[in-house]
């Protein structure tokens, strides 16, 4: 996650929501004082220097403990800022339809096709549930960011970010991190069964509900999911 005192933005990291490729972007514009959270991989944030970015930095209290973190709720952020920052910064995320997410967590978190679990092996182990943001950018059930972008049309709204927050028109071309993670590129609907459908509408819920998600098969139509409509597409 970011906090940038030179343009007076907070980012919180959502999961599978080309979060790498924004906060590397990011980096490349962030001042002395900006907080910047250090990238688990170290080549990432080998990447972020190699392209004229900042690594992590004022992530870490005095005896070295980690206090800023990738995925970061708002609520210790908000904390942790104070709320005059808080209250007075631009606070934005992204976020990314379910069914795409759990998709592109799951051929992640398995890379290779040879040993990857069944779907709904994943889906029973738990794993998915690290693929809910809806705690990272609400608190108290309630949404505490000025502006959810969405994955679907990532690259008009990061426009739009950019614009809002004067960043330099090329800040929001993104480099591209991660690819090949998933060669498997159908659409999602090609990927679930209905069950499996209904065990992502279920756990998603409150993301289906806030951002009016749809199951859309290739046809074009769309269908309800355990009882819940929500939409979006494999991309």
């Known amino acids: 996650m970011i906090v940038s005192h030179e343009y007076r933005f907070i980012y919180i990291r959502c999961r599978k929501t080309a979060s790498t490729s924004i906060e590397l972007a990011l980096s490349r514009v962030c001042g002395d004082n900006d907080i910047l959270s250090a990238d688990r991989r170290p080549a990432h944030e080998d990447l972020r220097r190699q392209l004229g970015g900042r690594g992590r930095q004022h992530d870490r209290n005095p005896d ?23 209250g007075s910064y631009y606070k934005w995320c992204v976020e990314r339809n ?25 889906l029973e182990s738990g794993s998915a549930h690290r693929a809910v943001n809806f705690r990272l950018y609400t608190i108290g059930g309630q949404v505490a960011v000025d502006h959810i972008a969405h994955y679907e049309q990532l690259g008009t709204e990061l426009g739009q970010i950019a614009n809002r927050l004067g960043l330099p028109p090329e800040t929001m071309d993104l480099p591209h991190i991660n690819i090949g993670v998933r060669p498997d590129h159908r659409h999602y609907s090609e990927v679930f069964t209905p069950e499996e459908r209904d065990f992502v509408a279920e756990l998603f819920a409150d993301e289906i509900a806030l951002h009016g998600y749809r199951y859309q098969p290739l046809d074009g139509t769309s269908q309800s999911a355990g009882g819940i409509a929500k ?5």
């Open 98 to 122: 379910p069914w795409d997410k759990v998709v592109s967590h799951y051929c992640g978190r398995h890379r290779d096709p040879a040993t990857r679990p069944p779907l709904r092996t994943f």
């Open 231 to 235: 939409s979006g597409s494999f991309s």
């Open 64 to 86: 070295g403990t980690v206090r800023f973190y990738d995925h970061m709720p708002a609520a210790e952020v908000r904390l942790l800022v104070g709320e005059e920052v808080w």
